[in-house]
């Protein structure tokens, strides 16, 4: 059994079938690595071909982001926690559209098309929401909130955001 080191408090242990490295699958495992043609994005390595990908964390006033997949030209994958009583800022993006699953916690999701007529969605363990290009949105968690986001991530996604409002040290707003 070998063992793969997790980020924070977290580990994943698995077993590896071809622990052997003369066998067939670990010398196409090893082929398909050396042929892979990675591409530089900013801090963050894309990679277009199968073999690991290593996260990203990017820490935030609210809480953090754990980028765990990005595809380019296909999507993106972030394990997302948001402090109890903070919220991310309200903001859209223009051409990125993403879906939540709250896995952890709870909290609400501000939505809609203007500033002064956002719908509430409250959140809990399995909630989904699916947010649609230009959507406007904040989260907010009411007790530790962690969530998984998949994005479309085509050329650009990383910068496509516009922030309306943001709250002072991520704190909550109601």
Not at 95 to 118: A, F, N, Q
């Amino acid at each position: 059994m070998t063992q793969t080191q997790g980020l924070g408090r977290r580990q994943l242990l698995r077993k590896d079938p071809d622990a052997d490295a003369n066998s067939p699958s670990r010398r196409a495992d090893h082929e398909l690595r050396r042929r892979s043609h990675c591409h530089p994005w900013g801090s963050l390595t894309v990679t277009e071909s199968a073999g690991e990908f290593d996260p990203v964390r990017v820490i935030k006033p609210w809480g953090e982001e754990l980028l765990f997949a990005a595809v380019e030209g296909g999507y993106a994958g972030k394990l997302i926690t948001i402090h109890a009583g903070r919220s991310a800022s309200l903001h859209r993006h223009r051409r990125k559209t993403e879906t939540i699953m709250v896995l952890t916690g709870t909290g609400h999701i501000r939505l809609g098309t203007s500033p002064d007529s956002l719908a509430l969605l409250e959140l809990q363990p399995g909630s989904c929401v699916h947010i649609p290009a230009s959507v406007l949105h904040r989260v907010s968690a009411r007790s530790e909130l962690q969530f998984v986001e998949v994005s479309t991530a085509y050329e650009g996604w990383r910068a496509d955001v516009e922030r309306l409002e943001d709250s002072p040290g991520g704190t909550s707003t109601p």
